[in-house]
């Protein structure tokens, strides 16, 4: 009976240290920075200070040490150094192109909230301001920031001017420079723990107006929170008008044309070594979402499965166009940007002729497309590809029957015609060959595609799991590229080069491959929804 007693305090004392042991995990779990990769998307505070009709905001809705911190943990242990000052330099090259030193002037005070807007001052004008929003950690951070930011320009022979507007506190001078000329800056301190930077006075004081009005800032925006709410998790948040979504994001000018698109709310959130954006393309009624990307129909869904099982041979660019003849902008650009330079006459009758869907892959030996083997009819392509000089006919090759070549016949160049007085003889070069195999037809750039999807055992099983990975599996548009071809696609990439400048590195050897994905958003008829998918090394 006296052990009881005993056991009893041994059991209390085990159950405290696993209660504390428990807590101390849960705080260390809170504070780590893989927290980034399930954070609670919320609406930014400092999205009350930004027009509706920004062209361009970002939310980054963490401190600048937990992006670092996160790089370096999911690092290979041999890359963590190199990971983890990458995006320093990123960060702090951001924060030096407005004229700041982040280690000594943002990291003792700056908190888990930070905001960039892109401003015009004329509307659907390109931006020409910049509003920054920084949240402290504590009530003297900003205060102390502010104090210590105007002397040492006012040192270094800055005129100052302070004045009030709305109540609140503004100084103004000569900040960054641009060049060797230092451009306009204005600051405010919003509630002790707020501060405000702009690239000027007017457009601080546009954005205290329109912080007083709930009609013109996203925070109000019922647009802006249905979106926050529905894409539900991320570490950043952004927004994109037509005028910004071109030169800033690169998408075509068939859907950023006026009346396409109304803008853009997409989140980011890193996923082990991945960073996926997922988007919500708001779109006006003229562009007809309902009609632009129809649900797939069963029939449609079985022809692309059995595309995907019988792809054979290796891939560097995979992509799967449910519909192509509905939206002709999701496979346009995917053409122009995947092709390689020369013909593209064949893939492009082929994709505009076929109801849909389109396997396309692109290997070391060519292009690829995967069609229905009566999507479209062959016979209906020999017209207009003789009009740019393709010439039909059938070729005769061992096990298949039904192999169909386009060719061309070409003169000789006048450098390698022959010495002799007779004519020289054409030269036909091959533009590209069909062959069907039972209900799937296989279009190839040359022969040896198309011998290797035949005869090939082996398929493209890291882009097969790229495009699973989107988790989009009746998306119209899916498309997966490996690294060398990620790698070229965002160097042409206005944005990538900007970020790279900023990173003072180049930023593309890290890419390990890029996925993107596109289908109809959760209000039918009136967004569309855009996944990417950026694996880095």
């Known amino acids: 009976m006296k052990a009881r007693p ?3 305090v041994v059991l209390a004392a085990v159950l405290l240290l696993l209660s504390l042991a428990a807590g101390g995990w849960w705080l260390v779990l809170q504070r780590s920075p893989l927290q980034l990769q399930h954070q609670a998307l919320v609406s ?63 990291a003792p005070w700056l908190g888990r909230e930070l905001g960039l807007a892109l401003l015009a001052s004329e509307p659907g004008a390109a931006p020409d301001g910049w509003l920054l929003a920084l949240r402290s950690r504590d009530a003297d951070g900003a205060r102390r920031f502010l104090q210590r930011f105007w002397q040492t320009r006012s040192l270094a022979g800055t005129d100052l001017q302070i004045s009030s507007y709305r109540g609140m506190g503004l100084i103004s001078g000569r900040g960054a420079l641009v060049g060797t000329t230092p451009v306009p800056i204005a600051t405010a301190l919003i509630n002790d723990d707020f501060v405000l930077i702009a690239s000027g006075r007017g457009v601080l004081e546009q954005a205290l ?16 929170q249905q979106a926050v709410q529905q894409l539900g998790e991320g570490a950043a948040l952004l927004t994109a008008r037509p005028e910004a979504l071109g030169p800033w994001l690169g998408l075509p000018a068939s859907l950023t ?17 991945t960073l996926v954006l ?66 593209q006459s064949l893939p492009a009758l082929v994709v505009a002729g076929d109801t849909g869907p389109v ?32 010439i039909a006919a059938p070729l005769p090759v061992e096990g298949d029957a039904s192999v169909r070549v386009w060719t061309r016949l070409e003169a000789p160049q006048a450098g390698r015609r022959p010495a002799r007085t007779e004519p020289a003889q054409l030269q036909a070069s091959l533009a590209g060959a069909r062959s069907s195999q039972g209900r799937l037809a296989w279009w190839g ?40 071809r990620a790698q070229a696609l965002l160097q042409r990439w206005t944005t990538w080069r900007l970020l790279s400048g900023l ?25 569309v929804h855009v996944r990417a998918q950026l694996g880095f090394g």
Not at 258 to 267: F, T
Not at 281 to 291: C, N, P, R, T, Y
Not at 372 to 389: F, T, Y
Request: charged share 20%; glycine share 8%.
């Open 6 to 8: 005993f056991l009893a």
């Open 44 to 106: 930014p505070r400092a999205a009350r200070f930004v027009p509706r009709q920004a062209a361009l905001s970002l939310y980054w809705l963490s401190d600048g040490e937990q992006p670092v911190g996160y790089a370096r943990a999911v690092a290979p242990p041999r890359q963590r150094r190199q990971a983890a000052e990458a995006v320093a330099r990123l960060r702090d090259g951001g924060f030096a192109a407005a004229g700041l030193d982040y280690p000594s002037e943002l």
């Open 209 to 224: 107006d329109v912080s007083q009005i709930d009609e013109l800032n996203q925070a109000a925006s019922p647009r802006f």
């Open 257 to 273: 044309a006026p009346g396409a698109i109304q803008e853009l709310v997409a989140s980011l959130r890193p996923e082990g070594r």
């Open 278 to 343: 997922d988007g919500l393309l708001q779109l006006s009624q003229e562009a007809g979402a309902a009609e632009a990307l129809p649900a797939t129909t069963p029939a449609a869904a079985a022809t692309a499965a059995a595309l995907l099982e019988s792809l054979q041979g290796p891939s560097d660019s995979l992509a799967l166009v449910q519909r192509p003849s509905a939206w002709p902008a999701l496979w346009q650009p995917l053409l122009a940007a995947v092709l390689p330079a020369g013909d």
């Open 359 to 390: 396997l396309w892959s692109e290997g070391r030996q060519g292009w690829l497309l995967g069609t229905a083997v009566d999507q479209p009819d062959p016979a209906e392509l020999d017209g207009p590809l003789a009009a740019q000089g393709l």
């Open 445 to 484: 750039q040359n022969l040896a595609v198309l011998q290797d999807q035949r005869d090939a055992r082996q398929p493209p099983r890291p882009r097969l799991e790229q495009l699973a990975s989107l988790d989009l599996v009746q998306a119209p548009l899916q498309w997966a590229m490996a690294d060398q």
């Open 503 to 527: 990173a003072g590195q180049p930023l593309a050897g890290a890419v390990q491959g890029l996925g993107l994905g596109v289908e109809a958003g959760p209000d039918a008829g009136a967004t």
